[in-house]
């Protein structure tokens, strides 16, 4: 599959390896002894201006043409059967990552990390507990100015994660002198990066094989600069984002239950707002929330935010449930239920709306994300996490 796409790409003016086993332009004319001269040299010319591409691109500087078709075919063996789910979670969040790499200036090709740490999806969590689009751990965050409490988390925060790791690479870059050690630092460390390479210098030119790393860091490598250069030549691309504004909300607010009223798709809010731990927010703190809503849905969303604080919680009467287990759930008396709900029927019907003051939500627990416990546990393979 990989070979038939490349075939396409040389159509298209894309450069095939003369030392691969791929169709090099070199036997295609000897091949049709037919060609004309002037075809011949708009073929070289297309050749002139992949070498000169290549050479500009400082993810590929340096990299012979050997490596690059190597690595390109290993990233397509391991990403292309699984692009299609990547493509479609990236419409969620990259929007907001692309503004912020190019607020740090940061090159858009650092967007092709995640598809390698977390395959775009920012709920995934390691086996050591690296979780967000970037898979950073704690301590990690800690050092890249990734904050997190107990509302949020920063780590699936993508304009923060973003900006952490992008400043993160673009320093190891500027410090090792190449992305192929940039990438080994943000996978293995730079120190111990450093300590290989004081034992071992390396070069681009030296080829990827040739890295004083370990296989598995190595791997990490071939696999997020194949990538690169797949997204280049344009064998994968990702589908426009999904357009979102960002609105700020007074607290007190249940997620769950505004997301109902504006009938949003399921969970829509939390797969554009990851970084949520909670899907109610009445305890006075935070007393705003930043949310990113979908500029198709907003205008219906708007409809359902009060102008101003409620003192007034809505919650939904679960199968089973009645006025006095509700009164005990919440500490208080079948009286005042009765007063803030006036007109209530002594038998609750399952799905039925009862008004609950925001002085007795603090008493409970709020929900979780309902993305976070669902989605950390899924089957999705992440890449060398």
């Known amino acids: 599959m990989l070979t038939s796409l490349t075939l396409i790409s040389c159509a ?36 002139d ?4 591409r290549r050479q500009s691109n400082p993810f590929l500087a340096g990299l012979s043409e050997q490596d690059i078709e190597k690595i390109k075919k290993e990233a397509w063996r391991e990403y292309g059967r699984f692009w299609r789910g990547v493509a479609t979670r990236s419409r969620y969040v990259r929007q907001p990552m692309l503004e912020t790499l190019d607020k740090v200036g940061a090159p858009r090709a650092l ?8 395959s775009y999806n920012p709920y995934v969590i390691s086996s050591v507990g690296a ?31 973003t900006k952490g790791a992008a400043r993160y690479l673009t320093k190891q870059y500027r410090r090792f002198g190449n992305w192929p050690m940039a990438f080994a630092a943000y ?42 250069a797949l997204h280049e030549e344009g064998t994968i691309h990702f589908p426009e984002p999904f357009r979102t504004k960002t609105i700020t909300l007074q607290t007190p607010v249940d997620l769950a239950h505004l997301h109902e009223l504006a009938e949003l798709p399921k969970d829509q809010i939390f797969r554009f707002n990851p970084k949520l731990k909670l899907k109610q927010y009445y305890d006075g703190k935070p ?25 007034y919680m809505t919650i939904k009467v679960a199968k089973g449930e009645s006025l006095a287990s509700i009164s005990r759930r919440f500490n208080t008396s079948t009286y005042a239920l ?43 393979e992440v890449a060398l996490n």
């Open 12 to 47: 298209q003016g894309q450069q095939l390896s003369l030392n691969s086993e791929w169709p090099s332009f070199s036997s295609l004319w000897s091949s049709d002894k037919e060609v004309d001269q002037l075809q011949q040299d708009e073929l070289k010319s297309l050749i």
């Open 49 to 52: 201006a992949d070498i000169k």
């Open 111 to 118: 967007q092709m990390v995640p598809v390698v740490e977390s």
């Open 131 to 161: 979780t967000g689009l970037w898979q950073l751990m704690p301590e990690t965050a800690n050092d890249m100015r990734v904050k997190s409490d107990r509302y949020f988390d920063g780590r699936r925060d993508i304009r923060s994660s």
């Open 187 to 228: 996978h293995l460390g730079p120190t111990a990066v450093q300590r290989r390479l004081d034992r071992r210098h390396w070069q681009p030119e030296d080829g990827l094989k040739r890295m004083p790393l370990p296989p598995i860091t190595k791997t990490y490598i071939r696999h997020i600069i194949g990538l690169i």
């Open 287 to 311: 007393q705003t929330l930043q949310l990113r809503i979908s500029e198709v849905r907003l205008k219906l969303l708007k409809q359902q935010i009060p102008s101003e604080p409620n003192n």
């Open 338 to 380: 009765r007063k803030d709900n006036p007109g209530i029927s002594n038998r609750l019907t399952a799905g039925s709306r009862l008004r609950i003051p925001v002085k007795l939500m603090k008493r409970i627990n709020a929900g979780h994300n309902p993305l976070v416990k669902r989605e950390s546990k899924s089957a999705l």
